[in-house]
């Protein structure tokens, strides 16, 4: 049997999956639009085959000293072009690294935000405005201000995956691999205000035993993970390992599983790359993934002798999959689109980043 879920309901949000152009485009200043606006030079992506593109971005990365960062969940072939592949945290270190002069991030919109946040000297490319994330548009920065006023004093604690000035209202940054030694490094007496995915600050409360203000966000993708489903495949496959990849929020309810008892004992909450270290040194040659299903291609490109079965086939972000070769080509060649936080916001961001760096 499943353990119940005993998620607090402290408030309802709603959210759009459907992220708009409009909505998107908000993000950015009429000055940034107007620069930035499509105008295609060029020869145009949509004549070119897919050996063409390739070779076309492959000039244009050298000729700009251009480098491609992409998120594990993008589509194979992105994930094939690029100069480093990894989840959120891991990227942003990538670009805070690099001494490439163009960063083109193939991700979501949060990330590429928190590329621009840390490296404020490089410029940095989003292949489409529209790839957003359902969990980061759970809160506002003026509902944040809001909850704020009504817990004067409370230490508020921000997953990465929020917007910059969400993450400029907010005390310290987390990831949901350090976000139980984030919160346990706050003392004991101090209210705190966990956002914005809810299955994580529970799996945090169940394993500091602190009582934190969570807001009710969740990520749609995750929401496709039903644990009572991974339970049915753990029973079909006694034999796999069920390895939950702990960064981007896509299983952080199969997290809180884990935390209640409710998921087998071989089940192991690793990053992406410990994911793949993992497997790699594991004697089991069938491993249940819970995440969103963009991970399998790596792991099964490094591991063609196992086999990975998807927790859920319907764990697909669809803002992930927005990143095509054609977009990659069109943002190098054309600056198309540049990311970019007031400085105001992004020094106030990068100190609860980097507060958060500091613990782990
Ligand atoms: S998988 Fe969920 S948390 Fe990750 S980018 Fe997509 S919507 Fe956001």
Redesign the pocket.
């Known amino acids: 049997m499943m353990a119940a879920r005993t998620i607090p309901v402290e408030r309802q949000v709603c959210y759009n999956v459907e992220l708009t152009i409009e909505k998107a485009v908000s993000i950015m200043s009429i000055d940034q639009l107007t620069s930035t606006q499509i105008v295609e030079t060029g020869p145009k992506a949509d004549s070119m085959s897919q050996e063409e593109l390739i070779e076309a971005i492959n000039q244009l990365r050298k000729e700009r000293n251009a480098v491609i960062l992409a998120h594990n969940?993008q589509i194979p072939v992105i994930q094939d072009i690029a100069d480093f592949t990894g989840d959120s945290l891991g990227l942003a270190r990538q670009a805070a690294k690099t001494d490439a002069d163009v960063i083109v991030f193939c991700g979501?919109h949060f990330m590429a935000e928190t590329a621009a946040i840390l490296c404020p000297d490089k410029k940095v490319l989003l292949p489409d405005l529209e790839a957003g994330?359902?969990?980061?548009d759970t809160i506002t920065v003026e509902q944040l201000r809001e909850w704020k006023k009504q817990h004067p004093g409370a230490v508020v604690v921000a997953y990465v995956?929020t917007s910059a000035a969400v993450k400029a209202e907010s005390d310290i940054c987390c990831t949901s691999s350090n976000a139980v030694e984030v919160v346990q490094a706050i003392p004991e007496d101090q209210e705190i205000l966990f956002l914005p995915d809810m299955f994580l600050g529970s799996y945090v409360e169940k394993m500091t035993g602190r009582k934190m203000h969570i807001w009710m966000g969740e990520?749609?993708?995750?929401a496709a993970i039903h644990p009572d489903e991974v339970q049915r495949l753990a029973e079909k496959h006694p034999e796999a390992e069920l390895l939950i990849h702990p960064e981007?929020?896509?299983s952080t309810s199969a997290m809180y599983e884990v935390a209640a008892g409710g998921l087998p004992s071989n089940t192991a909450l690793l990053s992406t790359g410990k994911m793949i270290k993992h497997v790699a040194q594991s004697p089991a040659e069938t491993f249940i993934v819970a995440t969103?299903v963009g991970i399998l291609h790596r792991l099964q490109q490094e591991n063609p002798a196992k086999r990975f079965v998807p927790a859920s086939e319907h764990a697909v972000?669809p803002?992930?999959k927005m990143i095509t070769l054609e977009k990659v080509y069109r943002s190098l060649k054309d600056d198309i689109y540049v990311i970019e936080v007031d400085p105001d916001t992004a020094a106030k961001a990068r100190r609860a980043i980097e507060r958060m760096l500091e613990i782990g």
């Open positions: 969940y979501v994330c359902s969990l980061a995956n990520c749609h993708v995750h981007c929020g896509c969103e972000c803002f992930m």
